[in-house]
């Protein structure tokens, strides 16, 4: 991406926590820049211009030398120095391979918003989809049962609805080819049966389940109650497959051959999941969804704007254990997949 003068302080704080958020850089400095955001919110903007002018921002609580740099810049008609230095550095490297597979991806089917756990309105990252040449993205907030990720009742769902018909409006009246599609990441219960009503289920453009809780269940247990949720007639793509963290936290055990046959009997794809910490599922995993005849879908389970560059994480994996182009879902124009998800 170019970054272009002149930026607002918003605009050039919001441009480096993307370039942070892509290059997986969490923590201090991250929070930082989000700090220092709200404080530019909450600042009258002659007050900022005026602080700027006689280097009296980092009195404000919340902005330090980095973050006053890169508004004064801002203000003075300039891209910031940082945000040109984090740009140029913070770039996710694709294999010449995975290439080929990026450039064959038309959406994505697995992001969230602040309406769940992420960290951007849907409107950004619906700005950001587009930007990365997106024909769609499908926003798959959490389900109810996961409280710590604010997931989303049905009465917060069907509002999310309104909210995306809203916002699907203005992006088509601003000219741009894209949709944002319903969906929802929604839990598979301890029994295998999935966090929503099968009326609401029903309703979802795309529907991805994913087990979130009791990830250490015995294996027995584990493969029957992934079996059930994957041959749900609802369910569309089964989310990061083990649960694991990488050096954090292991797979979950169950019975693969089980899991991965009965995704292809139902149709429902397996998804590579984009995030460096989970890169799911692992590489003997692909291998036999592969051998299984499974569909895929390459997904960056972006929670910010900057993650929505993941997927060449995703698509260089692919590369790799040589999943077919032709059986990876987000490869369809959103026409064919919606049509491909309600088969
Ligand atoms: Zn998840
Ligand atoms: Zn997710």
Redesign the pocket.
């Known amino acids: 991406m170019q970054y272009q003068a002149p930026m607002t302080p918003e605009a050039a704080l919001l441009a480096v926590i993307h370039c942070l958020d892509r290059a997986h850089t969490g923590g201090f400095k991250a929070k930082a820049f989000v700090r220092a955001l709200d404080v530019v919110r909450n600042t009258d903007p002659i007050e900022l211009a005026e602080r700027a002018r006689d280097e009296r921002l980092t009195e404000l609580n919340g902005i330090g030398d980095a973050t006053a740099g890169v508004i004064t810049e801002a203000l003075a008609g300039r891209v910031p120095s940082y945000l040109t230095k984090i740009a140029a550095t913070s770039e996710v490297p694709i294999t010449p391979e995975g290439a080929r597979y990026r450039a064959a991806l038309r959406g994505d089917c ?1 992001l ?1 918003s602040l309406w769940s756990d992420g960290g951007a309105p849907i409107e950004a990252m619906a700005a950001t989809a587009i930007e990365l040449g997106h024909e769609y993205m499908v926003l ?1 907030d959490h389900s109810p049962r996961l409280t710590v990720a604010h997931g989303l009742n049905e009465e917060r769902l069907l509002a999310q609805f309104d909210e995306i018909e809203r916002i699907n409006a203005a992006i088509s009246a601003d000219g741009h080819d894209f949709r944002i599609l319903t969906g929802m ?1 929604v839990d598979i219960l301890e029994d295998g049966a999935l966090d929503l009503s099968d009326e609401m289920l029903a309703r979802l453009d795309v529907v991805v389940a ?1 087990v979130h809780s009791k990830l250490r269940m015995e294996r027995k247990q584990m493969t029957e109650r992934m079996v059930l949720a994957v041959s749900s007639p609802h369910v569309d793509i089964l ?1 990061h497959c083990t649960g694991r963290m990488i050096g954090k936290r292991p797979e979950s055990t169950f019975d693969a051959d089980f899991v991965f046959a009965a995704c292809a009997q139902f149709g429902t794809a397996v998804e590579i999941n984009c995030r460096p910490e989970r890169l799911d599922p692992p590489r003997e995993l692909i291998d036999l969804a592969v051998e299984y005849g499974c569909w895929f879908s390459i997904d960056s ?1 972006a929670h910010a704007t900057g993650q929505l560059e993941w997927q060449p994480h995703g698509c260089d994996r692919a590369a790799e254990r040589g999943v077919p182009i032709e059986r990876i879902i987000n490869t369809m124009p959103a026409d064919e997949l919606l049509a491909w998800t309600a088969a």
Do not use: F, I, V
């Open positions: 697995h969230h798959t990441e994913s989310g389970d």
